[in-house]
Structure formats: structure tokens, C-alpha cells
């Protein structure tokens, strides 16, 4: 895993500033910007076969907007499902503790009640944060799968994603750890350049995270993991810039 690599890739392109600036103009499209946004990344790692070189990646370009739409899309919707089945989950760390701080903190006064409640608030944040992580590990290696097969049914293979998450755990932590870390920075350097920082950071982040993605199946395939069948929409000519086209 070459983390650093996830974001100094997006720079080695000749066309990096125009694929910036029309990563921009994507990102801050309603709704389906980000989809689009995605989409482009995907035709780059996944698209080009054996081609790993960052300086061949393909230029964004708009006229393959709704080819974009269409191999982003699937990715987004198993995240956007995931995310449903967290609701429960968040709502019972959220309330449950806050229920028990109040029904302890009535039958307690002064300082006891105080230090109940800073316990019951620290569990509660600690409750959240693992069911944060556990809600990524989960859906890293579906949005993976539903990235390569370009389908959402085939997401949900649970026996892949154990299978993913033995061989690749500590990378994915690390990943997630090293994209907490660019996340801070990246919110830092948007609130100092009066959030400017937001819009050219935005398609950045996005390629680093795609990037690490597509490291992380690497490591899984380099560690006996069945690898997961190539939809045939991967793969034509838009992946490819027109001047290494024969």
C-alpha cells in the first residue's frame, strides 16, 4: 500500500489542472456531480486493465457525462443502502445513553450526577465511533465489489467481504486512519482560504479514496483472494486517452 501515492498520482497526469478544474465543476453539480465525479475515477483505475501508469489516466471530459453517471452510480447506491441499516444502530447509541444519563442523573445529585453523565457521554461517543468503523469495514469491500462488477444485487456477497476484511484488515484500517487524517486537513485548509479549499480539495479526496480502493483489492488478490469478475461496461475506449488510441 502506497498511501502518499493515493493523492500525488492525481498531480502526475500532463492535464492534472484541467481535470481539476472539471472535477470541480462536477463535484458542485446537485446530486449527481459526486456520481459523475466517481464514475470518471472508476473508468481510470478499473478501466484501463493492465495500464497502472498515473501519467496515462484519462482526462475528465464531459462528453462521456452520463457513461460517468452510469459506472458511479451503482457504488453509490450500495453506500446510500448501507447507510440506511445504520439508522437503528445510531439512533439506539445515540438515545439509549442519553435515556440512562437522565434516569441516573434524577436519582443523583451534585457531583455524582455530573461524573454519571461524563461517563455515559463518553460511552455514547465511544459507541458511535465503533459503529462508524464497523459500518466502513463492512462497506468498503461492497462498494469494491459493486464497483468492478457494476451491478448492485452482487454488492452483497458477505462471503467476499469476510473474505476481504481477514486478508486486508490492518490496510484498511490504515487507509481509513490515513483519510481521517487528509479529511482534517483538507477541512483546515478549507476554512483558511474561506472554503475555497472545499471546492479544489474536493476531487482530490475523492481520487485518493478510489485509489486506496483499488490498492486494497490489489493486496487482496496478492494474498489468494478470488478476484471479482470484470463487468464487460469496464472496459472500452474511454478509459484510454485518444492519443494512445490505435
Known amino acids: 500500500m502506497n498511501y502518499i501515492a493515493s493523492i500525488t498520482d492525481f498531480f502526475k497526469s500532463p492535464k492534472w489542472g484541467m ?15 459526486p ?20 501519467a496515462t489516466f484519462p482526462d475528465f471530459d464531459f462528453q462521456y457525462f452520463m457513461k460517468y453517471l452510469e459506472r458511479g452510480v451503482w457504488p453509490f447506491l450500495v453506500s446510500l443502502v448501507s447507510s440506511f441499516a445504520l439508522i437503528p444502530v445510531m439512533m439506539v447509541v445515540m438515545f439509549v445513553p442519553m435515556l440512562l444519563i437522565g ?44 464497483t468492478i462488477t457494476q451491478d448492485f444485487a452482487k454488492a452483497f456477497d458477505f462471503g ?11 490496510e484498511l484500517m490504515m487507509a481509513a486512519l490515513f483519510m481521517l487524517g487528509v ?15 472545499f471546492l479544489a480539495g474536493g ?19 496478492s494474498r489468494g483472494g478470488d478476484p471479482v469478475p470484470y463487468s464487460p461496461k469496464l472496459t472500452d475506449d474511454i478509459a484510454t486517452p485518444p492519443s494512445l488510441v490505435k
Open 103 to 146: 434516569a441516573m442523573g434524577s436519582n443523583s445529585s451534585g457531583d455524582g450526577a455530573s461524573i454519571i453523565g461524563l461517563l455515559m457521554m463518553v460511552v455514547m461517543f465511544g459507541l458511535y465511533a465503533l459503529a462508524m468503523a464497523a459500518f466502513f469495514f463492512v462497506t468498503t469491500p461492497m462498494i469494491i465489489r459493486s
Open 35 to 54: 456520481i459523475v465525479l466517481a464514475g470518471w475515477l472508476i473508468t481510470g483505475l478499473y478501466g484501463r486493465k493492465n495500464d497502472e501508469n498515473p
Open 203 to 221: 476531487p482530490v479526496m475523492f481520487y485518493a479514496w478510489h485509489h486506496l480502493q483499488k490498492q486494497l483489492y490489489k493486496t487482496y488478490l
Open 19 to 33: 481535470n481539476l478544474l472539471l472535477g470541480i465543476v462536477a463535484f458542485i453539480i446537485p446530486a449527481v456531480g
Open 183 to 197: 479529511g482534517i486537513v483538507y477541512m483546515i485548509l478549507g476554512v483558511i482560504t474561506c472554503y475555497l479549499g
Open 160 to 170: 467476499f467481504v469476510k473474505r476481504f476484511l481477514i486478508l486486508t484488515k490492518g
